[in-house]
């Protein structure tokens, strides 16, 4: 598993931002618009979900879109489930 994705995913603003783009592909401006936090703080933590493969950004006219890896992110939840699921205990 990659280690980027467990370092994007263990701040809450992240987890909020991957709660918005599952709602839907959004602007920087549109994430920013549900915190207080300022725009340029936002950008950094878009460049760590990038960075981390969980969002994919396009260019779209004047604007950049942002969209969830959905891939990347069942992959992440799939080996949460394997390895801390809430199977049979092996004790």
């Known amino acids: 598993m990659n280690e ?3 370092k994007a995913m263990s701040d809450a603003t992240r987890r909020r931002i991957i709660e918005l783009l599952k709602e839907g592909p959004k602007t920087a401006g549109e994430i920013a618009d549900h915190f207080t936090h300022a725009q340029p703080t936002i950008s950094r933590h878009l460049t760590v979900l990038k960075n981390a493969n969980l969002v994919i950004d396009q ?3 004047t604007f950049i879109i ?4 959905t891939t990347i992110l069942q992959e992440w939840l799939a080996w949460l ?3 801390f699921g809430g199977g049979e205990s092996n004790e």
Not at 66 to 69: E, I, S
């Open 66 to 69: 942002y969209r969830l890896n």
């Open 4 to 6: 980027s994705v467990f």
């Open 59 to 61: 260019r779209e006219g």
């Open 81 to 83: 489930l394997e390895h």
